[in-house]
């Protein structure tokens, strides 16, 4: 029988309330607080967010980043640096009970379940997207979504970006890499790595269609109705907590 998902809706926040708020309702959901829950958003200023076990010092150009007014910020999955801009990308993250029969103990098997409302999204706007694993969506081999997860407080918290447009030059100044690959061909074959929706349908796509698609997809991924919703006052409170210690020095410079 289909379960149905609380669907918090598209919104747009900073990099640390984003954060506290996917840690907030992986906590509730852990506690049997909170319901199975899919979340849309995006960001505003940009940000870089880096993995868990990433250290600042190696991955991130600080006078660019200050320069063009980026957030900073660590996420509680692991995985790589992102460069999540509030132009190119809607973020989405799927939290359920770590012992839900449908997600597997196997990370590859979990990833593939709990993609597969992107995959789905993509093909009602006529891209045939594959899973790769372990946790990319790519498009004739070329990535278009890259996601994390993380198993907390007896929860699984799975999120990931949704390329809608995307500027290597603008990654290549701010992420910190060798300058054997700041070259033209690097910068060429990294454009040649990664692709778009809007490349990929040759058209301005708004932000709006995206997002109908992704709802869509996931309601045929997980076979389930999305109840739209707010966060509970529990977890509002703990987003207040959570956002404090994001944006901390102490957690951004953690490694």
Known sequence: MPKDFRFLDLKVNDAYTNMAVDEAITKARGEGKAPDTLRFYMWKPSAVTLGYFQSVEDEVNLEVLERFGFNLNRRISGGGAVLNSETGEITYSVILRED?????????????????????ALDLLGIKA???????IVVAGKKISGNAQIRRYGAVLHHGTLLVDFDVRHMFGILKISKEKLSD??????????????RLLGRPIGFPEVRDALEEGYMRA?????IKSELTTYEEGLVKQFRARYASKEWIYRR
């Not at 449908?102 to 995959?119: A, F, K, M, N, W």
């Not at 690097?186 to 778009?196: K, L, N, S, Y």
């Not at 997980?222 to 999305?226: G, I, P, S, V, Y």
Request: aromatic residues 6%; hydrophobic residues 35%; contains cysteine.
């Open 222 to 226: 997980f076979d389930a109705k999305l």
């Open 130 to 136: 594959d899973f790769k694993p372990i946790n990319d």
């Open 185 to 198: 061909k690097m910068i060429q074959q990294a454009e040649d790595r990664v692709t778009t929706i809007r």
């Open 100 to 120: 839900d029969p449908r997600v597997s103990t196997d990370p590859v098997e979990s990833y593939h379940l709990l993609c597969q409302g992107i995959i789905e």
